[in-house]
């Protein structure tokens, strides 16, 4: 997974090597997936989500939402570039959306 988000999450650049002493690793535990009925279980900061349409699957973790100040919609829509759907695909019928909570652990913590 580490491998995917450096080099093919469609939203970025492929990290390069001139990157790499600046890059920080994160590692987060995730808690089981419970299976959306409406998106306003959503709760930004807390949750983290996963889209899934067929074989298309996003995964956005807790904090990004977060750092990047989005609301739901926003969140739900980033998912949904990240699974390489249209950004209202999470409205679709046929797509399922999970949430989860995250436990983070970051290098700087264990410094």
Do not use: Y
């Not at 469609?10 to 997936?33: C, G």
């Not at 349409?53 to 998912?79: D, H, I, K, S």
């Amino acid at each position: 997974m580490a491998k995917s988000a450096a080099f093919n999450d469609p939203r970025f650049n492929p990290v390069v090597k001139k990157e790499i002493p600046d890059l920080e690793i994160e590692i987060s535990v995730l808690s089981p997936l419970k299976k959306v009925k409406d998106v306003k279980e959503i709760q930004v900061g807390k949750h983290g989500i996963i889209i899934q349409q067929g074989f298309q699957r996003g995964l956005l973790l807790p904090q990004v939402a977060t750092e990047w100040g989005w609301n739901r919609e926003e969140f739900l829509e980033q998912t949904c570039h990240k699974a390489g759907l249209p950004a209202d695909a999470w409205e679709d019928p046929s797509s399922e959306i999970f949430i989860f909570s995250a436990e983070i652990f970051n290098e700087k913590d264990v410094k």
